[in-house]
């Protein structure tokens, strides 16, 4: 064999071993692909969020709990330069309080509240009928799955989850806070 073609296998090995630690590498929370609200990008969560602390919220835009969205907002502005980022979902689930389309839902948020943080696809976050990001941090958090619209769970930049907080506990929560300063 010439040393030509043995370094060109060398390399194709050492290129297949760091692509399969950079997929190893994503935290089992962090590992799904998800669209983005009312358009046909897809990310792949590890591959933006990986790194940050991170708050997942199930959302909605009729609902009593709708203007937790300038709280979340405001966190979002805090911190988005320490490697924050709050991800909403927005789901019907919950007495079916979210607009009939996607782009119903992204104008109201933005022109209402004006989040500029990500949102994503309308998705399902009920116990039983969860997608698998909403299953995932559910089982993470011991079975506490969203009763209701605004539940918040906070992953660290590890992308471990260190906080689940349901509907009532506000985004303006010194308890929030004090769980995502630590994880900063």
């Known amino acids: 064999m010439n040393l030509k073609k043995l370094s060109i296998q060398c ?3 050492v290129i297949g071993m760091t692509t399969l630690k950079a997929n190893a590498a994503c935290a089992p929370l962090l590992d799904h692909s998800v669209r983005q609200l009312a358009g046909d990008q897809v990310d792949r969560l590890c591959e933006v969020y990986q790194g940050q602390v991170v708050m997942v919220v199930n959302t909605a835009s009729k609902c009593g709990f709708t203007p937790q969205f300038d709280g979340l907002e405001a966190l979002y502005r805090k911190y988005k330069d320490q490697g924050f980022a709050v991800l909403g979902f927005p789901s019907k689930d919950f007495g ?11 104008e109201f948020c933005r022109l209402t ?5 990500p949102m994503y696809a309308t998705t399902h976050a009920k ?6 990001l909403f299953q995932g941090l559910a089982e ?10 605004f539940h918040k769970y906070i992953l660290d930049r590890e992308g471990n989850l260190v906080g689940s907080f349901g509907s009532f506990t506000g985004p303006s929560s010194r308890r929030i806070a ?7």
């Not at 509240?113 to 943080?117: E, I, K, L, P």
């Not at 993470?140 to 619209?149: E, F, R």
């Not at 004090?178 to 900063?184: F, K, N, P, Q």
């Open 11 to 13: 390399l194709m090995v």
């Open 96 to 106: 079916n309080q979210e607009y009939g389309t996607e782009e119903e839902a992204a």
């Open 113 to 117: 509240y004006g989040v500029q943080f």
């Open 127 to 132: 116990k039983g009928k969860a997608d698998p």
């Open 140 to 149: 993470a958090a011991d079975g506490d799955y969203p009763s209701w619209n």
């Open 178 to 184: 004090r769980v995502i300063e630590d994880a900063l």
